[in-house]
């Protein structure tokens, strides 16, 4: 069976190429294999850390032990430079506190084994440089559940929730 000039059976494989090629790029939209943060050079992240200094920020008590810090300018914790977007927040953090040559290292494919910024706080915005520990994806993956279940242990009213925690940084003991 022919379908505009293609079998059925081709049709069908481009369409689930199509489908993979979607899925795969579902958490890497950019297409790039690295974080872009990792092209740049000292003075592009001094500049980036100038961005960064000059927003508008609060502390936050969370699940953490200590605040986060968020900025409060922007909603998605996105920083931009002259209208454009230059970077996440807690990605120019990362790269101040553990060094572009370790930021290189992270993999925009985001795989399972593949290194990632974890947020040790459990907040995604978070920018506060203790919060920040580079680990693979799949344990920053273990720390969500772990963040579920102490926000909901929080809301019922316990104080620190991090004891049952197996990871090391313990989950929300910053």
Known sequence: ?????????????????????????????????????????????????????????????????????????????????????????????????FGLHRIGEIDASKSADSLCVSHICGTSQCIAPTHLFLEAKRVNDERTHCHFVMEKLRSSGMTHTAIWCDHEPRCGSL
Not at 60 to 81: E, F, I, Q, W, Y
């Open 1 to 97: 069976r022919r379908v505009h000039g293609e079998t059925a059976t081709a049709l069908e494989e481009k369409n689930l190429r199509n489908k993979s090629r979607q899925m795969s790029r579902s958490h890497n939209k950019s297409g790039l294999r690295a974080l872009s943060i990792s092209t740049w050079g000292e003075e592009e992240l001094a500049e980036a850390i100038d961005v960064l200094a000059g927003m508008e920020r609060e502390e936050v008590v969370r699940l953490s032990l200590t605040p986060c810090v968020l900025l409060t300018t922007v909603a998605d914790g996105r920083v931009s430079k002259g209208g454009k977007k230059i970077a996440f927040g807690y990605q120019i953090c990362a790269a101040a506190t």
